[in-house]
């Protein structure tokens, strides 16, 4: 079946605008988490969502940075006022449910470009 | 100090080589373990899982979790130029109501013909 899917692939900005990405999960999958990759850098956690709901936020650096998730599927990761920093490869997967949460399922990621 | 260090490389070995990869990590809560490969431009993709101290086998592939001394290792046996990638470990507890990832760095591995 269709694995995890994000759009746009590539995505390049200016300093101060704002970027939505977007994430299409696993059908079925309840559990989506957003990641963030740095150049040489590992996964760094963002947010999860179990459903519709976000129980742990915590990852997400600045109020600039919001998710939201609609109908348990798709996730909409939007970062506003977009800063040079915010260049990264945006990552979503998603799991079954969050007991197999170890089992995530990646998407190819966004890649961001903040000019 | 990071809960998972891992050094990034690169590592450059020859085709059929054994290759070692490893992580260190601090919080003893971490209960399962995971390897995954990334290949360029692509998200990563699970390799191996574990979930207690010991070897765990799966064709060329070995994962190795030491909890006493908090280290983990992948070791790849005749390694192939397709398995040029990134490996990155991650680790995992129960916590707030779900398994939270935790991932190293990341190292890179070019295995040349």
């Known amino acids: 079946g269709a694995g995890v899917s994000q759009s746009p692939s590539n995505k390049v900005t200016e300093k101060g605008k704002d970027v939505e990405l977007r994430c299409d999960p696993i059908s079925g999958h309840t559990a989506l988490y957003w990641y963030r990759q740095s150049l040489g850098q590992g996964l760094e956690f963002l947010i999860y969502?179990?459903?519709?709901?976000?129980?742990?936020k915590s990852g997400l650096p600045s109020d600039r940075f919001s998710a939201e998730r609609t109908g348990g599927s798709v996730s909409t990761l939007t970062i506003q006022r977009t800063q040079q920093e915010d260049s990264a490869v945006y990552l979503c997967a998603s799991s079954p449910d969050e007991a197999s949460g170890d089992e995530q399922f990646f998407g190819p990621g966004t890649r961001l470009t903040v000019l | 100090q990071k809960e998972v260090e891992q050094d990034p490389g690169p590592l450059s070995v020859p085709e059929g080589a054994i290759v070692s990869l490893n992580c260190t990590y601090s919080?003893?809560?971490?209960?399962?373990f995971m390897w995954y490969r990334q290949y360029s431009r692509k998200g990563p993709e699970l390799l191996m899982y574990?979930?207690?101290?010991g070897n765990k086998e799966d064709g060329r592939f070995t994962a190795q979790v030491d909890k006493s001394s908090k280290y983990i290792s992948l070791f790849i046996r005749d390694s192939q130029p397709s398995d040029s990638a990134t490996y990155l470990c991650a680790m995992s507890s129960f916590s707030g109501g779900y398994n939270k990832l935790i991932f190293g760095a990341g190292t890179r591995l070019a295995v040349h013909p």
């Open positions: 969502f179990q459903g519709n709901s976000a129980p742990d």
């Open positions: 574990t979930y207690s101290s």
């Open positions: 919080n003893s809560a971490f209960q399962y």
